[in-house]
């Protein structure tokens, strides 16, 4: 089984600041990464796939790099409407989901 | 618009058994693959179980396997997931979700709203 770590757990941010988590896989899985965000209460929305292309209709502060079994996600100038939890999934093997990295106010 | 909405979730005790389904609209239901993602409260999100379009194949995690069984109806445009020997851990918000057309792999694209399973005596 591929096993996906995201760090860190928490990240504590004010409007406007750079965020970046990471995302490990146990072994490759070449750029097959999708990124979500979700809010209590709500369904997952993805945000990006193939590691680095961006879903329709999500904003471009949002972005993502890496391929093999390092990847990141990068939100720039971080919004009100951002604090959410954030889950990286390899869709290689399977699917796998990171353990989610909470975005909160500062 | 393509909606998912799931029901059937309900409070089991440990051992009993319960089927969820996932009503699909607004796009062809037998051309797309379609899976049960679960977050237990508090938790991450974990892939429960996938089925092919046409239903040829089925696909589970280990931690249900043996015990819950995917299956869908495609001229119901229905997606269903029997859960049987039931323990505390499986207790869960379920979702449903799909992919985008024709992609392969494939990451989960569109979702329901959930539907919540608590096991418990």
């Known amino acids: 089984d591929i096993q996906m770590t995201q760090s860190p757990s928490i990240v504590s941010a004010s409007v406007g600041d750079r965020v970046t988590i990471t995302c490990r896989a146990s072994q490759t899985i070449n750029s097959w990464l999708a990124w979500y965000q979700q809010k209590p209460g709500k369904a997952p929305k993805v945000l990006i796939y193939?590691?680095?292309k961006l879903e329709s209709g999500v904003p471009s502060r949002f972005s993502g790099g890496g391929s093999g079994t390092e990847f990141t996600l990068t939100i720039s100038n971080l919004q009100p409407d951002d604090f959410a939890t954030y889950s990286c999934?390899?869709?290689?093997?399977?699917?796998?989901f990171g353990q989610g990295t909470k975005v909160e106010i500062k | 618009e393509i909606q998912l909405l799931e029901s059937g979730g309900g409070l089991v005790q440990p051992g009993g058994s319960l089927r969820l389904s996932c009503a699909g609209s607004?796009?062809?239901?037998?051309?797309?693959?379609m899976s049960w993602v679960r977050q237990a409260p508090g938790k991450g999100l974990e892939w429960v179980a996938g089925i092919s379009g046409s239903a040829g194949s089925t696909y589970y995690a280990d931690s249900v396997k043996g015990r819950f069984t995917v299956s869908r109806d495609n001229s119901e445009n229905t997606l269903y997931l029997l859960m049987n020997s039931l323990r505390a851990e499986d207790t869960a918000l379920y979702y449903c979700?799909?992919?985008?057309?024709?992609?392969?792999?494939?990451?989960?694209?569109?979702w329901g709203q959930g539907t919540l399973l608590t096991v418990s005596s």
């Open positions: 607004g796009f062809t239901f037998r051309s797309y693959p």
């Open positions: 193939d590691a680095s």
């Open positions: 999934q390899q869709y290689y093997i399977y699917w796998t």
């Open positions: 979700a799909i992919p985008p057309y024709n992609k392969s792999p494939y990451y989960f694209q569109q």
